[in-house]
């Protein structure tokens, strides 16, 4: 079983509102619409990582009536920084999970059929880790097979996941998508104001 992990446990500093709840152009908060993404790909456990906001984003879920109910885990102290809310992911996952797919609330306009090629991909080759790219740029969701959890645990949290990545560079896989909201973060109002409008680019 793979479980989709959404990371949105942090402050959104640099956006000034808390991304999770941002409206997509349909309305909808940006942490819902990841989850009807996931679930229209096939994948059906999936795990949020919340901070502060925990009980905006509960809220924000019920509203919504996705097709499917996701798990919510708390990350106690956000500001450790990405990697402490993926451990609090990780330690939430049922004890027959295969793989995670990781990716952040930030990126809300992914396309569920990045998600099935980077599973896909997986199935075919059980590489380490499959991520979905477009030239030289990669994207979200980043797929870590089992195999890999014990070092994400140990990675530093001053470097966070892409020491693992990094460690694992010649086996990993780059599956090529043509989904540019597969790499665009929404972090800031001119990049919210530039989605809304124009849609990924």
Known sequence: MLTALILAAGESTRMGTPKALLPDPDGRA???RIVRTFATAGIHDILIVTGSQHDAIEAALTADRSPVTPRLVRNPDPSRGQLSSLWAGLDALDDD????LVTLVDVPMLRASTIRAVVDAWHEQRAPIVRPAMGDRHGHPVLFDRATF????????TEGAKAVVHAYA???INVA????????????????ARVITEGPS
């Open 30 to 32: 940006f942490v819902a």
């Open 97 to 100: 999970a295969a793989g995670v």
């Open 150 to 157: 014990d070092e994400l645990r140990r990675a530093p949290l």
């Open 170 to 172: 010649d086996r990993l």
């Open 177 to 192: 998508v043509d989904d540019p909201g597969a790499l665009v973060d929404v972090d800031t109002p001119r990049d919210y």
